[in-house]
């Protein structure tokens, strides 16, 4: 990658271009942009840069921050010694910056109690004579520090001495002067031992007062102008000690020892302060602030102990001190120093001064960006190349700074480029490391500084058109379209709060230029609306609300206000301007991983419902309160709409919670609950309280319906009894089957098959509890319980099929069509459980108890097999009603038209009755109950004793109400009455004459067959008779049964008479 676009986005990376993948523990020398190397350690956890570019602290900071680490920090062993290692390879002996855990963070105070009133003197342009003397002696000084503070006349521009040391020997010892400029500003220069150093510090002549601090040390010398270093240098001949009993005048120069004085002051000063050192920058920084300081001073301002020429007077200063009521931190920030003799120092220094610095992150972190840096650089994706080609024209606009983007034109043209680039490649679409390069930028825009001072109309526009840009890309990157990136570039990006925390420092950076001249502004994009809100404080300021898109008229939007009562506080407190950004974020809720799983207590825990887990469940909205352009908590309401619908079988409850960035912060943060509430519940919507100001949304914890441990007890009871029963039935049903001799047929073939699968099942069943105690047989029972419950539905759905040939002509042999019936009864089940065991071995099993695991999607594979089964069997039993129907109104136009009408209405609701209560257990559709259970206990009962119990129905239905087994036990009743009568009696066998009158015998009426025995006793012959004879000798009960068989040729009939023995 070439061109200015190659200096300003590729070194978003760590590194790019680098020579080789570091996998191994130690140094690896990589380049950067620019082709400087850096040093890279890295340990079995930690990954540390050396980066030598300096620096100061904020800045150091924010480059680390936009890679995606930060300073390091050397409170572990591990990271200690990696620092040390990578500054003795670089051979550095020089101060590096490090991480200062210990730095406080400061309280927001209002305007009015940040201001300090000073005794100040009044020097008169009256009088050209007015001066004001030190009353105290100065020793010799190898190191002095005079600050004061000034109000300078903005209508005088002649050269003016702040103040002058004079010694006996030396007249111009020590002083310092300014004069005005054609530009409006007042320049300063230093005179030491008589050397006048040149004008270039400088303050603007506004006629505000100014901070204005010199120090001189061995001939080093420096100028502050309001905590800020303007100027320095070495400049005097000698380094010689400034000379004592001299004499300090503020106002005047002198040309002779005490007087002649010269080039007189006009305006105000104050708070002038002598040390006998010389202070360094976060000194000085502290005492503009009005930080009280340790250093014993030589001099402190104080109007006693001062000598005023009659013509100055004393008046009262009010000065802004926003360090009044808070000590800042002056005691500098931590650095690593490796010197000579190869020890370590960690000292404090200068927060301002440029140093190099070491970044630390992940092993694992620094390793996947290399990789995607890498690929970038080799293979540039759409978005980049096109991003290369609008650079050719803007390389003025991007300059060369590769870790910082110094200026407002630098970072606007930056986000400008990006913005045209995504709409260039909308349909090609952002890949992963395009998103990685794009976050990175945000970052590096967000601390873009302000540039306040510069108040043109030209700079606010920038400062606007750089927010709009912003928001722009920023609203490319959290597209719910790239869901599935963030996952990608998840062991990178901690995660699109990344990018929300982005969002927020640039707004709250850049608010004063933003809301210079209006009270209101408002970005929106598909996914993110921002409204920056500002107004003075009074007492009749009214409570603000900011509300997101609507989505639907008449819904209730996400909204977050802040209450009239918290307005007032502020405003009691003392503060005079509110400044409000307000946020909101539509998408990130998909961005989250869908799999993992928020660590949070339950709230319910009565024992009613089960736990699953917590997910993200709505917007994100978010309020900043600038109090006086400081960042102040106070108390919000919000209200959010849930974005999930409760699933069947599953219950929500919201929790308020907001993003707390400090919590485990080497990961951005987690959900917190610290100060949030629910104020009420409704539907669809949850409104909370939380008494601080951040990211807020909608936490939703899943439950999972559950009975009350009295009904789930009497529910397990009914089962196991349930079970008992069925199992008993089926192997009593399986019995009858075999030992009564039921014909063989397919349809006897097919119930045999189900009740072995369904016995199994049940018998499982009571044993899995046993089982879960032993991990391997609860994995073994799960299995078989998984295999054979399929196998259960696989013959219930046999049995449809079954039915459905009976009901529709099905051109299919019997032969051919059980080997079929046997495929989906027993193939398909061990097919099914075969590859669900070789696809989820680890997750197959449910965690506590014998059966699938739910939480995996393992449930599916015995759930979807189940729904088509139910589903085929439901259309089944809908046919066969349509028939029986059908054949019950037939059945009903045959009768006579009066009692047509009657029997109609019975017939058809038997008609209807009779299949449905007979074929619902046997197809399984009473497992449709399942889909019910979670809105009702009375349907948990109802479908375990429906299902436990269908092993009864199976027994009752091809049992005792079986017309084919009935038949066999009366066929069987039947040959065990003639063996027992042939045992106990004496056959008489006559031929009677075919001229024997026949009319004592009594022909028995010929009995009516059943559809059963008619199947089986064949046709009735025409040549055969049947005839009953009752004998008064035998007992009454006893009666005698006789043939006519006729014999070839004549008519003969053969009687053979049984006579009881003993009668």
């Not at 200096?7 to 271009?17: E, H, S």
């Not at 920056?532 to 819904?555: A, D, I, N, Y």
Request: hydrophobic residues 40%; neutral net charge.
């Amino acid at each position: 990658m070439t061109g200015a676009l190659h200096a300003g986005l590729i070194l978003f990376f760590v590194v790019a271009m680098c020579e080789s993948e570091p996998t191994h523990v130690g140094i690896d020398r990589v380049g950067n942009s620019h082709g400087q190397s850096r040093l890279v350690h890295l340990s079995s956890h930690w990954a540390l840069v050396l980066v030598n570019d300096s620096l100061d602290l904020s800045r150091a900071e924010s480059f680390c921050r936009s890679q995606f680490s930060s300073l390091a920090s050397l409170d572990q062993l591990e990271v200690r010694e990696g620092a040390l290692e990578v500054l003795r390879q670089a051979g550095y002996q020089s101060h590096v910056w490090i991480n200062n855990p210990s730095k406080l963070a400061s309280k927001p105070l209002p305007l009015s109690e940040q201001y300090l009133q000073f005794s100040a003197l009044n020097f008169p342009k009256t009088s050209r004579e007015g001066f004001a003397r030190i009353k105290r002696p100065f020793p010799a000084l190898s190191s002095i520090t005079v600050c004061v503070r000034i109000q300078w006349d903005p209508e005088w521009n002649e050269v003016s001495t702040l103040f002058s040391y004079a010694a006996r020997v030396f007249t111009n010892e020590f002083l310092l002067r300014g004069q005005g400029d054609m530009q409006g500003r007042i320049l300063l220069a230093l005179i030491v031992h008589g050397k006048h150093l040149p004008y270039k510090a400088y303050f603007p002549n506004d006629g505000g007062w100014h901070h204005i601090c010199v120090t001189w040390s061995s001939s080093l010398w420096a100028i502050y102008v309001d905590g800020e270093r303007k100027d320095m240098g070495s400049g005097s001949d000698t380094s010689r000690d400034i000379h004592a009993d001299g004499i300090l005048i503020l106002g005047q120069d002198q040309d002779s020892f005490g007087g002649n004085f010269t080039e007189p002051f006009f305006g105000n000063i104050t708070d002038l302060n002598v040390w006998n050192m010389s202070l360094e920058s976060r000194h000085v920084r502290g005492l503009n602030g009005c930080s009280a300081m340790n250093q014993v001073k030589l001099f402190s301002w104080n109007l006693d102990h001062l000598i005023n020429h009659p013509a100055i007077k004393e008046v009262k200063a009010l000065l802004y001190c926003p360090a009044k009521h808070q000590q800042m931190v002056m005691q500098g920030c931590r650095t690593l120093q490796i010197q000579s003799a190869q020890h370590p120092v960690m000292s404090l220094f200068d927060c301002s001064e440029p140093l190099p610095f070491i970044c630390m992150s992940s092993r694992e972190r620094y390793l996947k960006m290399k990789q995607m840096s890498e690929s970038q650089s080799s293979q540039p994706t759409a978005f980049m190349n096109h991003l290369m080609k609008l650079s050719n024209n803007s390389q003025a606009v991007l300059g060369q700074q590769s870790l910082w983007l110094s200026s407002l034109p630098e970072a606007s043209a930056l986000l400008d480029m990006s913005v045209q680039a995504l709409q260039d490649t909308r349909q090609e679409g952002l890949q992963p490391t395009d998103m990685v390069s794009l976050i990175q930028l945000l970052s590096l825009a967000a601390d873009v500084p302000p540039q306040l001072s510069d108040s043109t109309n030209h700079t606010k526009e920038r400062v606007e058109e750089l927010s709009k840009h912003f928001i722009s890309v920023a609203d490319s990157v959290i597209s719910q379209d790239n869901a599935f990136k963030w996952q990608a570039i998840k062991e990178v990006v901690n995660g699109p709060m990344d990018v929300v925390k982005s969002i927020d420092r640039m707004v709250t950076n850049l608010s004063p230029g933003l809301m210079a001249e209006r009270d209101h502004l408002t970005f929106h994009s598909p996914n993110i609306k921002v409204a920056v809100q500002q107004q003075m404080l009074q007492e009749s300021s009214k409570g603000t609300t900011f509300c997101g898109p609507e989505t639907e008229k008449h819904s209730n939007s996400d909204c977050i206000s802040v209450p009239h009562q918290k307005i007032q506080d502020l405003l009691n407190k003392g503060f005079y301007k509110l400044t409000l950004v307000n946020t909101w974020y539509g998408s990130l809720r998909p961005l989250f991983n869908p799999e993992g799983n928020i660590s949070m207590v339950p709230t319910v825990t009565d024992g009613s419902q089960r736990y699953l887990g917590t997910i993200l469940g709505s917007s994100v909205i978010s309020t900043t309160v600038l109090g006086d352009n400081q960042p102040v908590s106070t108390a919000v309401h919000f209200q959010l709409r849930h974005k999930v619908q409760n699933p069947a079988g599953a219950v929500y409850d919201p929790v308020c919670a907001f993003w707390d960035f400090n919590l485990t912060p080497q990961a951005g943060g987690w959900w917190n609950t610290k100060g949030c509430e629910v104020v009420s519940k409704q539907y669809g919507y949850t409104v909370c309280y939380c008494n601080h100001t951040t990211n807020f949304a909608l936490l939703l914890q899943v439950y999972e319906a559950q009975p009350s441990p009295e009904n789930k007890k009497a529910l397990q009871v009914l089962t196991f009894i349930g079970c008992g029963v069925s199992l008993c039935g089926l192997v009593f049903t399986f019995i009858l089957f075999i030992a009564v001799g039921v014909p063989k047929s397919d349809r006897t073939t097919v119930h045999k098959n189900l009740i072995v699968a369904l016995s199994i099942a049940e018998l499982l069943l009571m044993c899995s509890d046993w089982a879960s105690a032993n991990e391997g047989a609860c994995f073994v029972v799960t299995a078989l319980l998984h295999l054979f419950f399929m196998a259960s539905f696989s013959w219930m759905l046999v049995e449809g099929l079954l039915l459905w040939s009976k009901v529709v002509s099905v051109n299919i042999s019997e032969d051919r069509r059980m080997k079929l019936y046997y495929i989906i009864g027993w193939g398909l089940p061990v097919l099914i459980v075969v590859v669900t065991l070789s696809a989820t071995v680890n997750e197959y099993k449910a965690d506590g108890h014998c059966w699938l695991n739910l939480k995996t999607g393992t449930i599916w594979s015995f759930v979807g097999p189940v729904i088509f089964v139910l589903a085929v069997n439901s259309v089944v039993l809908c046919r066969v009603v349509m028939v029986t129907v059908s054949s019950a109104r037939r059945r009903a136009k045959m009768l006579s038209p009066s009692a047509a009408s009657k029997m109609q209405t019975f017939d058809l609701t038997w008609a209807v009755t009779r299949p449905v209560l007979i074929l619902l257990p046997v197809l399984g559709l009473t497992w449709l109950c399942g889909v019910l259970v979670h809105l009702s206990v009375v349907i948990a009962y109802i479908f375990s004793a429906l299902n436990a119990f269908q092993g009864l129905y199976i027994f009752l239905v091809y049992a005792v109400y079986n017309s084919e087994v009935r038949n066999a036990i009366k066929r069987i009743k039947e040959k065990r009455k003639a063996l027992s009568f042939t045992n106990c009696s004496q056959p008489t066998t006559f031929i009677p004459s075919q001229r024997a009158p026949i009319r004592s015998w009594d022909r028995s009426p010929p009995t009516p067959s059943t559809p059963e025995t008619s199947e089986t006793s064949g046709p009735p012959s025409s040549s055969s008779t049947s005839l009953v004879i009752k004998n008064e000798r035998f007992r009454k009960e006893s009666f005698v049964s006789f043939s006519l068989k006729p014999a070839p040729g004549n008519q003969v009939v053969q009687l053979t008479s049984f006579k009881p023995s003993g009668c």
